[in-house]
Structure formats: C-alpha cells, structure tokens
C-alpha cells in the first residue's frame, strides 16, 4: 500500500506522529503539508519536536477566508493525489485541511480514513463541528477515540467501517511528559509549579467575538491576585489588535502574553499550571491525561466525557462563572481511562493492513 497522511495544523501535527512511526514501518508513508499553519511554532517546531521527516509535499495555501482556504487546498490536493498515486489517504481531527483531505481523496476514488471520527458538539455554529461532520460521512475507516463517538456514528449510519482505537493522545502523552521533564520554560518564565494558570484562546467563535474578547479581559482583571500564563495564537493576537482591544489586555498585569511555544514546551507549562482555561478541544483532553482541572470557554464541547468525569467545566465566556471556577470548582472523582490504553497507532496500522490484501 502507498498511504498518505494530509496535515496543516498543529493539532494534526500532534496525532500525526504516532501513526507516521507505526505505518512508515510497514508502508510507504507520504506526509503532504497543506500550509494552513505556516508561523514556525504553530508547524515546523512540531516536525523537529516529534523527529518527523520533512513533509513529502508542502502546498503553502497560507491563511485567508475559510472558504478560500479549503478551495485552494482542494486545487493542490487534487493536483498532487493525481500525481502521485495512493491507496489510502489519512486526515485527522477537524480542521480545514481534514474535510479538504477527505473531498478531494473521495472524489478521486482513494480510501479515506479518519483519524478521531466521531465527536459532536452538536454546535453547527462551529466550523469545527461541520469539518468532523463532513469528514465522516464521506469517510471509508472511522477511527473513534471513544465509546460516546462510536454511539455518535451508529446513529448517523455512517457508511463507512467504525473502529474503536481509544485516543491517540494516551501514547502521545506518555511520551511527552518525559521529554517535557527537560524544557526550561518555567526557569526561563520565572515561574514555580502550581503557582499559575494557563489560558489559551483560538476559536473563531471566540476570536470572532467582540463580546467573548472583551469578557475575557474582563476575568483577567478580576482574577487580580493570579497569575495567567497566556501563550497568544497569531490569530488571536490579530482580532485583539483590530477590535483595540490589545492594549486593554496589556494593561493585565498579572497576564503573562508570550508568543505560540513548542509542544513539549506546552506540555510542562500544562503538567505544573493550577488550573487550564481553554476553549481548545486538545488541551481539555490532555489536561485530564496529566490531571490538571480544564475551564472550557465554549458553550459546548465533543468532549462530552470529561464533563461527566467531574474534570472540565463548560462556562462560556461568562465572567462570573470563569472567575467563580477559578476560585471554587475543584474536580470530583477519580480519572478513568475514558480514552484507551494508548494502542491507538497500533489499532489504525493493523486495521489498514488488514485490507491491503485490496489494492
């Protein structure tokens, strides 16, 4: 078999490298770049972290509308599955360039495979929650991370072959704890474990949203006496400075802004904050994998599970109630292993070899 994995974004980044080192074991393993993320610590500091080749192809689509983004993708993509011939095409999670990757892979007759199938928010304002939508249905391999994702999928009759794998962040995690040990991002910030905070802000519902921004500034100052560590995405940083509202945000004092760090870098910031506020889907699962308490600014979360686990918090970008979890909520219960055992690149291998017999 010749498969390609189609990545573009630093949480792709991430899912792609246990999967690339289990299959480029035993199949020629072509990584195609869609250039969706193109700032150095948003891509090319993942592919050094996690020692991963140089991708095969980079289309370097850049930023622009979303519309725009998966359209030129879809020209490349097209352009390069034409090219170079392949039997299965990869796609993870639920960016652009995940519903790009599986369109122009179903549309040229190649196998698709989805890597975290099956989530919902059941919020269709989020652009996410379409992609990850799409993606399925027009999936041939669904990789569910969870028993609640392979319900999901059994009640929209997908037609696609729904594998149970446990999530791909159990083994990522388990190697990125140790490596995190080495990362002087404390020392360097001044920072001693548990004395902080970490908020991470990227959603477009929230970027988008005058209102959510200003709310967000607003708990900052209210939760004077804490430190937030607050590592600014580019496109964050951009709807600030456009609204005029960065200046009101520099004036928090006790708001670290430091720019996009590296994984591992993240990794032991995550390992040693208090709490996590976040409205990012990777970060609430990895902060229940290192057992940190995780605030979720959005109104809803795929997530499901870490809710019902008494671990994540779904406050919106209501003040009172972020500054009130902040203060008050603690997390009840014991972490179960909701996710897996962490064979998760195994599971995806032996599935796809299992019918290679077809091509």
């Known amino acids: 078999m010749k498969i390609a994995s189609v990545v573009g974004a630093r949480p792709n980044f991430v899912k ?6 289990r299959i480029g074991k035993i199949s020629e393993h072509v990584i195609i770049h869609t250039g969706q993320h193109y700032d150095y610590q948003l891509s090319e500091v993942f592919f050094k972290e996690f020692d991963l080749p140089k991708p095969d192809y980079n289309l370097e689509v850049g930023s622009g509308g979303p ?10 993509l097209e352009e390069t599955f034409l090219a170079d011939k392949f039997d299965i095409v990869i796609v993870y999670g639920d960016t652009n360039s995940t519903f790009a990757g599986a369109l122009a892979a179903t549309r040229l007759g190649i196998k698709v495979a989805h890597v975290e199938s099956g989530l919902r928010s059941f919020d269709r304002r989020m652009p996410e929650e379409t992609n990850r939508i799409m993606t399925d249905h027009i999936s041939d391999f669904l990789f ?3 028993e609640t994702a392979m319900k999901n999928l059994g009640r929209e009759a997908v037609a696609g072959r729904i594998v149970y794998t446990g999530d791909i962040s159990v083994e990522i995690m388990n190697e990125a704890v140790l490596i995190s040990e080495k990362s002087k991002i404390l020392d360097n910030l001044g920072l001693r474990p548990q004395s902080f905070l970490l908020f991470t802000m990227h959603r477009a519902e929230n970027t988008g949203s005058q209102g959510s921004l200003t709310s967000i500034i607003q708990s900052f ?3 004077k006496e804490e430190t937030i560590v607050f590592p600014i995405h580019p496109r964050t940083e951009k709807m600030l400075r456009e ?5 009101k945000l520099e004036e928090c004092k006790n708001v670290k802004l430091i720019p996009p760090v590296g994984y591992f870098d993240f990794i032991k910031l995550m390992h040693n904050a208090k709490k996590i506020i976040t409205d990012s889907g990777g970060v609430q699962k990895e902060s229940y994998l290192l057992g940190v308490p995780c605030i979720t600014i959005r109104k809803t979360t795929g997530w499901v599970e870490l809710i019902g686990a008494g671990w994540s918090v779904l406050t919106d970008t209501d003040v009172s109630k972020i500054v ?23 599971i995806i291998r032996d599935t796809l070899l299992s019918v290679g017999q077809d091509f």
Do not use: Y
């Not at 792609?16 to 080192?21: D, F, M, Q």
């Not at 609204?243 to 200046?247: E, G, I, Y």
């Open 144 to 146: 569910a991370p969870t």
């Open 221 to 223: 100052k209210e939760l």
């Open 16 to 21: 792609l490298a246990p999967v690339h080192k």
């Open 67 to 76: 519309c725009f983004q998966i359209g030129e993708m879809l020209k490349k």
């Open 243 to 247: 609204r005029n509202l960065l200046s």
């Open 324 to 346: 009130h979890s902040v203060r008050n909520w603690k997390p009840e219960g014991v972490r179960r292993p909701i996710f897996g055992d962490g064979q998760t690149s195994r």
